[in-house]
Nanobody, 115 residues
Framework: QVQLVESGGGLVQPGGSLRLSCAAS????????MGWYRRAPGKERELVAH???????NYANAVKGRFTISRDNAKNTVYLQMNSLKPEDTAVYYC?????????WGQGTQVTVSS
């Protein structure tokens, strides 16, 4: 059974930082690229960053240079360090494999960037 649990979201002022964590079950983590997705109010879900099993990373243009994705294979955990946050980063953030699994969506973690 696939299980993904996101944490680390919160309310932060523009320019601030947050670090998201995602604890994943081994079955989805060990053999897949992992990604962070987000869904902003009124918008489609989008992939913002992903990392391969070999730790090659890729980012959406909107977050490039501000977000950093990493993975700890020993802990089956993927992280998203978010710096220089902007109000347009406000969204619910989810982790899932890339490509995503339909049964891989967790509750997500809310990130709100506001003064």
């Amino acid at each position: 059974q696939v299980q993904l649990v996101e944490s680390g979201g919160g309310l932060v002022q523009p320019g601030g930082s947050l670090r998201l964590s995602c604890a994943a079950s081994g079955s989805i983590f060990s053999f897949n690229a992992m990604g962070w997705y987000r869904r902003a109010p009124g918008k489609e879900r989008e992939l913002v960053a992903h990392i391969t099993t070999g730790s090659t990373t890729n980012y959406a243009n909107a977050v490039k240079g501000r977000f950093t994705i990493s993975r700890d294979n020993a802990k089956n955990t993927v992280y998203l360090q978010m710096n220089s946050l902007k109000p347009e980063d406000t969204a619910v953030y989810y982790c899932n494999s890339v490509p995503y699994r339909y049964d891989g969506w967790g509750q997500g973690t809310q990130v709100t960037v506001s003064s």
